[in-house]
């Protein structure tokens, strides 16, 4: 049973446009949510992240927000750039998991020029 | 400053054979995990290393198994390989130090089939 859902496995975007990727999730002891970017032949690499007493954590065009009523986090990227075409993992884990992330399927986001 | 370093980047296996593979952690790190991840798959958790003892394990069979070494460095033991073990296998280190794993550093991956 999966607890971390990302029911879009493909995005297509234009560039300068926003890109917002999905996620939801099941558990409700998750406390800390992560979201990481894969490009082809590389190990995944940390984006960023929201604590559940947060609802919303930018950093830069990258902005997290969570809904933790109805377990739903989303990842908007504004504008979206050709670089940012990868394939997106969403991650949550609690303290009683040792905060070890479990992972989603991953969005694959396609930003066309 | 070196990441996190897996060996070998490929491997082809036979059906029944066993599969070691290697992984040096970023430096400053402590504590290795490893993860598997199928065609079209999230990573999924195997195990965690920390202080040479592993630390914490998920839903996978006794098949794989690891170690860690007095360098932090790591490995992981398939035994009696199937075709569903195939897969792109991660490690991950991060520092014990730190609860809140945007510390994980991964790399790139060994990708194993077996055939």
């Known amino acids: 049973d999966q607890q971390v859902k990302q029911n879009s496995p493909s995005l297509s975007v234009q560039e300068g446009r926003i890109s917002i990727l999905n996620c939801d999730y099941t558990?409700?002891?998750?406390?800390?949510f992560l979201w990481y970017k894969k490009y082809p032949a590389e190990g995944p690499t940390f984006l960023i992240s929201?604590?559940?007493?947060?609802d919303k954590n930018e950093d830069g065009r990258f902005t997290v927000f969570l809904n933790k009523s109805a377990k739903h986090l989303s990842l908007h990227i504004v504008p979206s750039q050709p670089g940012d075409s990868a394939v997106y993992f969403c991650?949550?884990?609690?303290?009683?998991?040792?905060?070890?992330?479990?992972f989603g399927r991953g969005t694959s986001l396609i930003v066309h020029p | 400053d070196a990441g996190v370093t897996q060996s070998p980047t490929h491997l082809i296996k036979t059906r029944g054979q066993q599969v070691t593979l290697r992984c040096s952690p970023k430096?400053?790190?402590?504590?290795v995990s490893w993860y598997q991840q199928a065609l079209g798959q999230g990573p999924q958790f195997i195990f965690q290393?920390?202080?040479?003892?592993?630390?914490q394990r998920g839903n996978f069979p006794d098949r794989f198994s690891g170690h860690q070494f007095p360098n932090y460095s790591s490995e992981l033991n398939v035994n009696a390989l199937l075709l569903g073990d195939s897969a792109l296998y991660l490690c991950?280190?991060?520092?014990?130090?730190?609860?809140?794993?945007?510390?994980?550093?991964f790399g790139s991956g060994t990708r194993l089939t077996v055939v």
């Open positions: 991950a280190s991060s520092s014990s130090g730190r609860i809140t794993n945007y510390g994980y550093t």
């Open positions: 558990n409700s002891m998750f406390d800390y």
């Open positions: 929201i604590s559940s007493i947060k």
């Open positions: 991650a949550a884990s609690d303290r009683g998991g040792s905060y070890i992330p479990t």
């Open positions: 430096s400053g790190h402590d504590t």
């Open positions: 290393y920390y202080e040479e003892e592993e630390r």
